[in-house]
């Protein structure tokens, strides 16, 4: 039996661009040059590496397409945040929002990452053939949400176990799971059973159990307002469904506390 618990590291990057302050009239000229300079810096990069190919290798006819796509998905988000801040009575010309709307539209690219996202792609070369077949579980995985209900996070851990069935994956490649399934619009249980049934359908293991407990700010922030209540959801599919020993071996390793 393996058991793993990773730790999570988090990354975050950003930058400000610098703008000369007397070529604008007013700040929502600001605001614009800001959009400008920050929506069009990866593709303005990409098209420098381009122009120099002995430095930067050949440029990507499809890769700049996908640029200018996201560039373009970018400016609508931002603007749908504009309108939202300034019908809920904001000024979105004051200092404190000038870039809110695009910042949010960047964090709202991110939370929802996971639909660019596939397991193949990251699942790619690393599953092995192992004589291994006893319980490999991998719990405590940090996920963050959104709830598709209310656009609020939802967080907390998943646990993971699969027999393997002469194949085994690396231990990093169950969180990047988690990770793609999570990066969407969700609700728990569906997540629950997105992640079992993609582990399942990449290992063709003897069986995969997920169990996810989470606490949900639509409960918390709004209605009810229950500040310590948590839900925890479960998917068990083959040996993990049909034998109660093997079931209960990896619910008694996997949420003890």
């Given amino acids: 039996m393996v058991i793993l618990t990773p730790l999570s590291q988090q990354f975050t990057t950003g930058f400000v661009p610098l703008y000369p302050a007397a070529s604008f009239t ?13 929506m069009n810096g990866v593709v303005a990069d990409y098209h420098s590496m381009c122009n120099e190919p002995e ?5 990507r006819e499809e890769k700049h397409s996908e640029d200018a796509a996201d ?22 010309d004051r200092e404190g929002l000038l870039r809110t709307p695009l910042r949010a539209a960047k964090a709202m690219q991110f939370l929802t990452k ?3 996202e596939t397991t193949q792609d990251i699942l790619n070369d690393a599953i092995f053939d192992e004589n291994h077949e006893e319980m490999v579980i991998v719990k405590d995985i940090d996920l963050f949400s959104l709830c598709e209900h209310h656009l609020v996070p ?25 990770e793609i399934y999570s990066r969407r619009l969700q ?10 049934s993609a582990i399942s359908e990449a290992l063709e293991p003897a069986g995969v ?25 479960s998917v068990m599919l083959g040996r993990f469904h049909d034998d109660p020993e093997v079931r209960k071996e990896f619910l008694a390793l996997t949420m003890k506390k």
Avoid: W
Avoid at 162 to 170: E, I, R, T
Avoid at 210 to 227: N, P, T
């Fill in 26 to 38: 007013d700040s929502r000229t600001r605001m614009e040059y800001h959009h400008t300079s920050e």
């Fill in 55 to 59: 430095r930067n290798g050949l440029c």
């Fill in 71 to 92: 560039s373009n998905n970018l400016c609508h988000i931002e603007k749908a945040y504009s309108t939202i801040l300034s019908e809920l009575g904001e000024d979105v």
């Fill in 114 to 116: 996971g639909y660019k």
């Fill in 154 to 178: 939802f967080y907390g851990k998943a646990h993971i176990a699969y027999l393997p069935n002469k194949k085994v994956v690396g231990l990093s490649k169950l969180a990047r799971i988690v």
């Fill in 187 to 196: 609700v728990q249980e569906r997540l629950t059973k997105q992640i079992a």
């Fill in 209 to 233: 159990a997920v169990v996810i407990e989470a606490a949900h700010l639509c409960m918390v922030m709004r209605g009810v307002q229950k500040m310590n209540a948590s839900t925890v959801t």
